[in-house]
């Protein structure tokens, strides 16, 4: 079963992400957020969901902008 979060948890959480990733800095943000991955896919246990979680993150993914 699927949960979603709340709205305001998931504003929370992504602020403390932008954080996370500010604090690894440029020259460790890939290996930050590829580990983040790893601990978050062990926490799903499904292998195909966490596929589709990595597919769903490419869709239509923004180019950076400095505004």
Partial sequence: ????????AR???YAACAN???EAGPER?????ARLALLLFEQVGD????RQALAD???DLPMPSLS
């Fill in 1 to 8: 079963m699927i949960s979603l979060l709340a709205p305001d």
């Fill in 11 to 13: 504003d929370r959480l």
């Fill in 20 to 22: 996370a990733v500010t």
């Fill in 29 to 33: 943000e890939s290996l930050f957020l």
């Fill in 47 to 50: 292998e195909a969901r966490c």
């Fill in 57 to 59: 993150a490419l869709e």
